[in-house]
């Protein structure tokens, strides 16, 4: 399993192990979910001069550079998974096709501020977190929700309750099938184990996943109300969300006009790998003067 900056804030290490916990909870099970971010602390914020927003129960991050014309762009918000924070996207913040293109904001979930807050596992809570930040599309347009792993369902549901502030949505190594999603026997394993074993962190991710199947459950007659256009990247390698979730997305999706990006011998780190063929590929799907085209790789 290779490593990726971390979304945590800190700058501690995971213990061995912790970390022991993660490669066996990971490798065990292609549904699991609970350590899908990697281990080493990022400087993110200082590297990158960002200002660290609040608003609620979120924290944000923010860029927004002019328009040589004056136009406002449109609004692109990217949601993590669990655990995590914004740092999550920092490839696609630091990228300047797509601050030439986009108005962004990555965010920090309720329950992710620190490691220890008390989580929010509720969707529906964690879309009204992410409802006052629609409202910061200036372009007329609507927002567009990219989210990664847990932060698929997440985005999702946001969808689902303010569909008319939504414009469209990217599903990155997501989950969705509620067959494929709930809790496994070393989730509940895991809610025995004092925090000092698993860490603030994973024990956090535990807590999000745990209720998550019935809730996945209650969104299905919800899926054929999306009428947005949809970006579904996944990788079919994925050992942290199952694969044959975009079979159940797909299926749902009814009214929505869906492109499908396979990535061949990829896992769950696809939001990364692929940066910039996701980045090409989303912006060829939104953008107001692509005429809807996608790139060749698109399916």
């Not at 692109?76 to 990228?95: K, M, N, W």
């Amino acid at each position: 399993m290779s490593f990726r900056p971390t979304l945590q804030r800190s700058s501690r290490l995971l213990s061995p192990v912790q970390v022991a916990l993660i490669w066996v909870l990971a490798c065990i099970s292609p549904q699991s979910l609970l350590s899908q971010q990697n281990i080493v602390s990022s400087s993110f914020v200082s590297t990158s001069n960002l200002k660290v927003q609040s608003l609620g129960s979120i924290d944000y991050v923010e860029i927004d550079r002019p328009d040589v014309l004056g136009k406002a762009k449109q609004l692109i918000i990217f949601v993590h998974g669990t655990p995590g924070s914004y740092s999550a996207f920092r490839s696609y913040l630091d990228d300047p096709v797509m601050q030439e293109k986009f108005h962004m904001i990555s965010v920090t979930r309720p329950g992710w501020r620190r490691d220890d807050d008390a989580k929010i596992p509720s969707l529906d809570e964690q879309a009204a977190a992410l409802r006052p930040l629609l409202d910061l599309d200036r372009s007329g347009r609507g927002a567009l929700l990219m989210g990664h792993s847990y932060g698929g369902p997440v985005i999702a549901r946001t969808a689902m309750n303010y569909s008319d502030l939504v414009a469209g949505l990217i599903f990155v190594a997501t989950t969705g099938d509620p067959q494929l999603s709930g809790p496994r026997w070393y989730n509940r394993f895991a809610v025995v184990l004092p925090r000092f074993v698993l860490g603030a962190s994973l024990k956090g991710a535990n807590a999000e996943i745990m209720p998550l199947r019935p809730q996945l459950e209650a969104m299905r007659p919800l899926w054929k109300d999306l009428t947005m256009p949809v970006l579904i990247v996944q990788g079919d390698k994925d050992r942290l969300v199952h694969p044959d979730n975009v079979l159940f997305m797909r299926r749902m999706l009814v009214n929505s006009d869906v492109r499908y990006l396979h990535r061949e011998g990829l896992g769950h780190f696809v939001l990364w790998d692929e940066a910039e063929l996701i980045r090409d590929n989303l912006i060829g799907w939104f953008s107001a003067d692509s005429a809807g085209a996608v790139g060749a790789s698109a399916q």
